[in-house]
């Protein structure tokens, strides 16, 4: 099994800045491509980013040249480097992981709340 926990979430204001975590921890060998999706109410989930294990990045639209994805794979951690946010990018964001090519996992979620 394993798991992913997401952290960084929070409140703040239009034009701030957050940094989210995600931490594999479990049966991760072959640890592969890892993305941050998230959901608002009444929306579908949407593809924020994602990294390939060898550090090969992709970028939602909405968030290209304001988001920023890394990871440490000594760490199995993934990060996303939010800036200038807007109130459109509320949402509950989710870490999921691809593991040994085939089997995907989710984590719980982290709420952003960007408001004045």
């Known amino acids: 099994q394993v798991q992913l926990v997401e952290s960084g979430g929070g409140l703040v204001q239009p034009g701030g800045s957050l940094r989210l975590s995600c931490t594999a921890s479990?049966?991760?060998?072959?640890?592969?491509?890892m993305t941050w999706y998230r959901q608002s109410p009444g929306k579908q989930r949407e593809l924020v980013a994602s990294?390939?294990?060898?550090?090969?990045?992709n970028y939602g639209d909405s968030v290209k040249a304001r988001f920023t994805i890394a990871r440490d794979n000594a760490k199995s951690a993934m990060y996303l480097q939010m800036n200038n946010l807007r109130s459109e990018d509320s949402a509950v964001y989710y870490c999921?992981?691809?593991?040994?090519?085939?089997?995907?996992?989710w984590g719980q979620g982290t709420q952003v709340t960007v408001s004045s």
């Open positions: 999921k992981a691809v593991v040994a090519g085939t089997a995907a996992y």
């Open positions: 479990g049966s991760i060998f072959g640890l592969g491509t």
């Open positions: 990294i390939t294990s060898s550090g090969s990045t």
